[in-house]
Each structure stands twice: as structure tokens, then as C-alpha cells.
Nanobody, 124 residues
């Protein structure tokens, strides 16, 4: 079992930056593919970014490509989402997720464990 706890959300002005962290429990954290998803009010949860267990492959939604960077430190059981050039449309609750066998990285159903979410608000 893996427990995930997100942190780093908050209020930021358009054009600003935030770094989200997701701390995972369990000795097998490094075996899991990790993803970040977000959900805005009245909208479905959407894929943001994902990273394979080794960190060798990363994937991004078109809407965040070039602005967001996903990374992981398996020694610290942590995955990060660096968010730059933030826009008001990035406002959402951001969730991290872990999956042992993730084939379609953008599909929420591929992930076994989810964090509780952290709010990101981009507003002037």
C-alpha cells in the first residue's frame, strides 16, 4: 500500500511559479509510475503530467507542455511538479497518483493510489 500526501499549493499571480511535492510512504515507492492530475470546479479530473518509475520517461498534457516539469527523487519517496508561467486556467485542485502498471499514463483508472489534493489558485 502507498499513501500519498501533496503539498506546495497556494495563491499565485499569473506568470508566477509554484512547486508541488508529493511524498509517498512505503519501501516500494520507486516501483510506481507517478502522475499529476487536476480538477477545476465543475470539470472532470484531467491529466497534467506523468513519470515512469525510473524517471527516464516523462509525459505532459499539451496545455502544460513547456511550462510544467515533473521529476522524482526515489531516495526521498517524492515526486515534484514545477509549474512556471502559471495562468488563471491552471487553477484547480492538484492530485498526485501512483500506479504499479501504468500503460495509458493519462488515464486516471490506471492509477491505484491517490493523494488528498492541494489547491492551486492563479489570480491577480
Amino acid at each position: 500500500q502507498v499513501q500519498l500526501v501533496e503539498s506546495g499549493g497556494g495563491l499565485v499571480q499569473p506568470g508566477g511559479s509554484l512547486r508541488l511535492s508529493c511524498l509517498g510512504s512505503g519501501r516500494t515507492f520507486s516501483n510506481y509510475g507517478m502522475g499529476w492530475f487536476r480538477q477545476a470546479p465543475g470539470k472532470e479530473r484531467e491529466f497534467v503530467a506523468a513519470i515512469r518509475w525510473s524517471g527516464g520517461s516523462t509525459y505532459y498534457a499539451d496545455s502544460v507542455k513547456g511550462r510544467f516539469t515533473i521529476s522524482r527523487d526515489n531516495a526521498k519517496n517524492t515526486v515534484y511538479l514545477q509549474m512556471n508561467s502559471l495562468k488563471p486556467e491552471d487553477t484547480a485542485v492538484y492530485y498526485c497518483a501512483a500506479g504499479l502498471r501504468v500503460y495509458s499514463v493519462s488515464s486516471p483508472g490506471e492509477y491505484n493510489y491517490w493523494g488528498q489534493g492541494t489547491q492551486v489558485t492563479v489570480s491577480s
